[in-house]
Every structure is written in structure tokens, then in C-alpha cells.
């Protein structure tokens, strides 16, 4: 790996462990054992840091939510498609959750980035708004049209602020995986009554699913 | 008013005006016309009077969210039991809304009044089950009973954090009435699944007054 990348991936490690107000450009590079005019050589402030993370965060976003047309062909709407979306947003949640914890503070102290955020919220909402009328469509759901973006607003508030509300509920609160997978339970639980009636049994296994994670106090899949 | 009370209310007004962080017990002073030294004599610091507001927050939680056994006896849970409850709803994320803005901050360098918010929380959090039980009894909502659990804690999560995802979503976030009552009307469209079809017509005129609400840039109720 070269410099460049191994600063981005010790910040993100550091960020998400520590908090991202409590580690400086400084902390980085003396996890790395690298001098501090090494890190400004590549990388002239924290801020910047935080960007190149925030292009990571976005290129998940993108390859993970984008409605695979064709892939849910009548019938194959099955417990895969669910596992692949589910996973991508506890994975989103988990991989930056020193963002989501701090989501306010980090963007309103960069201007750039929080347009750069909207951008990509934007394109968020309207691949979730055609995933669900494409599960709407193969009748895996059933929303009445005039609901798709509200309940779309409401899932993406959930993701967003999950780690927030989180942190809010403990006075030494720590962001387990199990907290993140509790989290993926309860979009399953908004969607539960969306759910077409002949997949029930499908619904209760995924909710079995992420229900038993959540409840683990540790998880294999991420250390 | 005592110049106590007075305090408390010029501080309430100042924060949610200016953000909270953007306003200091110099200023508060000066706008009531007192010096700083008066300030001080009655708080000795800013925390102090949050904590003092924050009474006013428990208070009104209290009074708002403990069910009424009794008036809701068969056939009486009415559209005024749900304006009731969501005017309610909508009057404390408004009244208190630098809260709501900056909660994590505000509890995060407060650890007693954390303690505090977390014990308003749990009362808060069994009068609303308490409620949705009481809903599911007289046959209004139709709820799982595993599900009463982790539908208080959406729809609290939802309220807690609704303007802090407003801000993150604009550049130049404002908190709007009309803002706050969209939080609102997403907690019918939370409910609405769990609505008895028979008062599916009760439902749509409710969502409509919340929806017309959200859509106006101001409103009279509050200026």
C-alpha cells in the first residue's frame, strides 16, 4: 500500500476506534510511524483526511444500493436480494461509524463536503425510491405509490441517525456491531407490513436473522 | 417574572433562535438588559440554566405522554386522543428544538444531566408502550405485542433526531414549523400499517391536517 492509502485506512481505523474528535493528524502519523511533514506532504489537514474517506463512503453507497434491473426478474426477488442490501447498509454503518457519529459537526465545519454529502444523498434516495418500486412492482411489497419517498425518508433517517440515537441511550455508550445490526432490524421491522402477505415465512427468517446478530455482544464477520 | 424565570426564558428563546452553541450567558444578559454578574448570582454557568430548561422538557413529557386510563375507555381513543398526542409531539421538538439540535453535544459535557435525560427517556419510553398497549386493547392500532417495543424506540428515535436529519440535509438548515410537523406526519405514516381498517377514513384526516401543516412555510400557532 502506498502512503496515500495507508494514512486513509490509519485514520478510518483510528476515527471509528477513538472518535474522530479526539484523534489529530498527529495521532496518525505516529500510528503509522511515519513524521507529520509526511502526512502534510500527502494530506494538508484533517478535513482533507475525512474527504478521500467520505469517496469511499460514497463508492459503497453507489455500488451497493444501485437497483440491479434484471437481477429481480419476476420470482427472484429472493432472501439473497435482502441479505445484499441488508449487509450493504450494516456494512456502511459499521465501516463509517465515526461519520455517522458525528455527522452534523463534520459537515457543517466543511462546506465542500456537505455539498458533496447532498450530492450523494440524492442519488441514494432516488436508487432506494426505484428499488422499492421495482419490490413493489414484483409484488415482494406492496406501498401505495404516494408512500415510496416518504418511507424512503424515513429508512434513510434511520441509517443516518442510528449511531446518534445510539450514543444518546448510554452514558459510556459503545457502537457494537450488535448495535449496528439492531439497527438493520428495525428497517426490517418498517417494512414488515409492506411485506406481501404470501412471503411471511421468508420475512421471519430474515428477521431471525439480524435479530440473532443483534443480540450477540460480538460478531466474526467484522473484528 | 423573576429574573430567574425571565433568564430561563430569554436563554430557551436566544438558543433555539441562534443555536445553542452560538450563544453564551453574556449574551443572555445583555438582552434581558442585566449584567453578567446578576446572571451569574442566579446560574453559575450556561450548563446550569440547560439543566434548569431541561426541567421544563421532563415536565412537559410528563404531563403530555402519560395514557389517560379512562378517557380512552371503548370507543373514545378520537381523532382529539391523536391530536392530542401529536400536537404534543410537535410542541416539544419546537419548544425545545436547540435540544434536539445539539443533543449529543449537550449530554456528552453533562454527565448529570445525561443521567437525567436517560431517566425521562425510560419513563418516556413505558408511557408510550403503555399507550400503543392501550391502543392495541381497544382495537384502534393492531400491533404484535413483540413488536410494541421496538416501534416506541423508531418512533422515539424519530422524534429525537428528526431535526438534526433536517440539518444535515440542507446547507443552510432551517427549522421551520413546517419542518417539524413533516416529522410528525411521518409518525402516522409509521402508525398507518397498524391502523384498524375501520378507521381508515379517522387516519386519512389526520394525515391530511399534519401533511397541510408540513406544507405551509409558517404557521400561526407558534410564531
Known sequence: ???????????LQ????????????????AHLGISPGNL??????????????????????????????????SG??????WFHYLDATF??????????????????????????????QQELTLNLQAL????????????ADAEIAPLTDVLKMLVSFWVSYQSAQSLTPHISQAVLYEGVSRILLLLKPYFHPE??????????????????PSDPFHK
Open 91 to 120: 456494512y456502511v454503518m459499521w465501516e463509517f461509524r465515526f461519520f455517522y457519529a458525528n455527522l452534523n459537526d463534520i459537515l457543517q465545519r466543511d462546506p465542500e463536503l456537505h455539498q458533496q454529502y447532498l450530492a450523494v
Open 76 to 81: 427472484s426477488a429472493s432472501p439473497a436480494m
Open 199 to 216: 412471503l411471511g415465512l421468508e420475512l421471519s427468517g430474515l428477521m431471525a436473522h439480524y435479530q440473532a446478530l443483534s443480540a450477540k
Open 1 to 11: 500500500m502506498k502512503t496515500k492509502e495507508r494514512i486513509v485506512a490509519a485514520a
Open 132 to 143: 422499492l418500486r421495482e419490490l413493489n412492482q414484483q409484488q415482494v411489497l406492496i406501498i
Open 40 to 73: 502534510y506532504y500527502h494530506f494538508r489537514n484533517k478535513n482533507h483526511i475525512i474527504a478521500r474517506i467520505f469517496l469511499q463512503y460514497s463508492e459503497h453507497l453507489r455500488q451497493s444500493f444501485t437497483p440491479l434491473s434484471g437481477s429481480m426478474s
Open 14 to 29: 483510528l476515527f471509528n476506534e477513538q472518535g474522530e474528535a479526539n484523534v489529530t493528524t498527529n495521532h496518525i502519523a
